[in-house]
């Protein structure tokens, strides 16, 4: 059995790939994660804005 890892997509990316990855790993849509990760970062004080590089750095690109 193949075990599921969060890795950045190289087919669906914006920017880097972090909101399509996390699309892929979680069977959902990327755009409702894009749409989602735009109303946390504008809701949360642009938080979201400091969050992005990092997973960016962080996620393994596939």
């Known amino acids: 059995m193949e075990t599921k890892r969060l890795t950045r997509s190289v087919k669906d ?3 880097g790939g972090v909101c399509g990855g996390i699309g892929e790993y979680l069977d959902v849509d990327p755009t ?3 749409v989602a990760y735009a109303l946390l970062t504008l809701f949360t004080a ?3 804005i400091i969050l ?3 997973l960016w750095i962080i996620m393994p690109e596939r």
Do not use: D, N, S, V
């Open 13 to 15: 990316r914006m920017i």
């Open 32 to 34: 409702a994660i894009r």
């Open 46 to 48: 642009f938080c979201g």
């Open 52 to 54: 992005y590089p990092i």
